[in-house]
């Protein structure tokens, strides 16, 4: 167990419809990951957050946007799903934002339908 | 342009061998971290191992150990005494100071009773 949770673990739901990914970070890790994981795409890295403001944008789409709150814990929203983005979504904590290696939540696999 | 890069999609070996999984990175920063991930086929990624591109001697963290080769850029992770546990898919990642994570291909492990 990495200390990272994430909720919900599965989430099935139709094109267009948009959803909400929430993970913890490990007790005084102050940054949070994001990450997507495809067959096509291997794993591809999102956003970056740290202490409450974004650091990084990586390979993010528009539809797409996360929010990293006082308490640590972080939202990825996804809105105007498509098929495309059936993944499994990582988020991963550290308590470094430069360096140092990232801990892995369990993820959360999302179908759109 | 693709900085890691594991060039094996699929590596088989026998109970109580070790193995290599190669890694080779593109980086014009002096400063960066090189990382093992395991995902096993429950989908959550462990980290394994890191070593530190100033780091004068190679990681180890139990049977795993790290095979730095800094003037060839490549960061092999070895394996051994496989055990059937260690049947995964095995990420090579790098972090640059400042910037985020990288991820390669990924190699799937299959460790022969």
């Known amino acids: 167990d990495s200390g990272v949770t994430q909720t919900p673990k599965h989430l099935i739901t139709a094109t267009g419809q948009r959803v909400t990914l929430r993970c913890s970070p490990r007790s005084g890790d102050l940054s949070v990951y994001w990450y997507q994981q495809s067959l096509d795409q291997g794993l591809q890295f999102l956003i970056h957050?740290?202490?409450?403001?974004?650091?990084a944008k990586g390979n993010i789409l528009e539809r797409f946007s996360a929010q990293q709150f006082p308490d640590l814990h972080s939202e990825l929203n996804l809105s105007s799903l498509e098929l495309g983005d059936s993944a499994l979504y990582f988020c991963?904590?550290?308590?470094?934002?430069?360096?140092?290696?990232?801990?892995f939540g369990p993820g959360t696999r999302l179908t759109v339908l | 342009a693709q900085k890691i890069t594991q060039t094996q999609p699929g590596m088989f070996v026998q109970e109580k061998e070790a193995v290599t999984l190669d890694c080779t990175y593109d980086?014009?920063?002096?400063?960066?971290?090189l990382f093992w991930y395991k995902q096993p086929s429950s989908g959550e990624m462990i980290f394994l191992i890191y070593?530190?591109?100033?780091?004068?001697q190679n990681a180890t963290e139990g049977r795993y150990s790290l095979n730095f080769q800094k003037a060839r850029k490549s960061a092999n992770l070895v394996i051994s005494a496989s055990q059937l546990g260690d049947s995964a898919m095995y990420f090579c990642?790098?972090?640059?100071?400042?910037?985020?994570?990288?991820f390669g291909a990924g190699t799937r492990l299959t460790v022969k009773p």
């Open positions: 990642a790098m972090r640059e100071d400042n910037n985020d994570m990288r």
């Open positions: 980086t014009s920063d002096p400063s960066y971290g």
């Open positions: 957050y740290y202490n409450g403001e974004e650091r």
């Open positions: 991963a904590s550290s308590v470094r934002a430069a360096s140092g290696e990232q801990f």
């Open positions: 070593q530190g591109s100033y780091d004068q």
